[in-house]
């Protein structure tokens, strides 16, 4: 981790109260490759736009990067970059407190808890363990309630799907003391390849009503602009993160003209001309979410360190 950290560098939790109140949301942009976090800064940079920056644990598997390489890579590229911007570093979804603490330890400044194949009891459980620890730190917790179906089985391992219940919301985010709650309401992870994305607004307005915590959506590669919207935008607040992931990783491999994906030691080890095209591509990506999906560029001045 870095001797010092600058103090545009935040939590999740500052993020989403201002993303909240400005009714936008925030992008919580999944890296895979650490030669990708560069482009992700930038696009925040240029567009003026606070940012999450994130990697999940079977991202971290898959990909052959640690927590700690990851800490270091954004770490250094926020410096070596001058990035002005309200920026996040975020362990996505992730089941091992190991690699939460590890993460924790490497200055990432939130951890997401996902225990969300338990019972809710188990999973009110682990999630208010791991947020009094990643508290005690001074780091954010988001947890999940309700399981996100996928179609990569990149971020998470199984495709079935079950929505968040409003009540059990309540009771979950009451106990577990969770800064934001990732809420499962008909996005999946991945491509949609034959299931239409949705986003159940109804179901979102329930959760909202009973509880006061920020809600996250999982799986916003694919959506719509206007299902996203229609959910930041709802009365007392909706949805205030959206993760995107595989969208920013398609752009890279369609750039490269590859199908298969890489390990980061493969892509650390492209020609530099390559790398900085695949990187250009990445930065064009998250800068069309940041201005036409999410609405958060501009609102970096919206923050007070």
């Known amino acids: 981790m870095t ?7 935040i939590t999740l939790k500052k993020a989403l ?20 976090i560069l482009p992700i800064l930038r696009a925040g940079e240029q567009t003026n736009s606070p940012l999450i920056v994130q990697v999940s644990q079977k991202e971290l598997d898959r ?17 070596d970059e001058n990035i002005t911007v309200p920026t996040v570093l975020h362990l996505d979804h992730t089941k091992d407190f190991q690699v939460i603490k590890d993460a924790i330890e490497a200055g990432f400044t939130s951890v997401m808890i996902d225990a969300s194949e338990h019972p809710l009891d188990k999973n009110i459980e682990i999630s208010a363990e791991v947020a009094e620890y990643a508290h005690s730190a001074g780091v954010s917790v988001e947890a999940e309630l309700g399981m996100i179906g996928t179609t990569d089985f990149i971020e998470s391992d199984r495709d079935e799907e079950l929505y968040t219940d409003p009540g059990e919301a309540l009771e979950f985010v009451t106990k577990t003391k969770a800064d934001a709650l990732a809420v499962s309401v008909g996005t999946a992870h991945g491509v949609y390849k034959v299931k239409e994305p ?3 607004l109804e179901r979102l307005k329930a959760i909202r009503a009973l509880t006061p915590v920020h809600l996250v959506l999982h799986g916003g590669s694919g959506v719509p602009a206007n299902m996203i919207q229609a959910a930041m935008s709802l009365p007392n607040g909706g949805i205030s993160k959206v993760n995107i992931a595989t969208d920013l990783e398609l752009s890279l491999l369609k750039e490269l003209s590859r199908e298969e994906r890489m390990t980061n030691k493969e892509c650390k080890a492209l020609p530099a001309d390559k790398k900085m095209a695949g990187q250009q591509a990445v930065q064009k990506t998250v ?4 201005e036409n999906f999410l609405k958060s560029a501009k609102h970096a001045n919206d923050f007070q360190y």
């Open 17 to 36: 109260e201002q993303a909240e109140k400005g009714s936008y949301a925030a992008g919580s942009f999944s890296f895979r490759y650490t030669d990708m």
């Open 63 to 79: 990909y052959g990067v640690t927590p700690f390489e990851a800490g270091e890579v954004f770490y250094k590229t926020m410096k």
């Open 287 to 290: 800068t069309d979410k940041i």
């Open 3 to 9: 001797d010092v950290k600058q103090n545009n560098i």
């Open 198 to 200: 949705t986003v159940d």
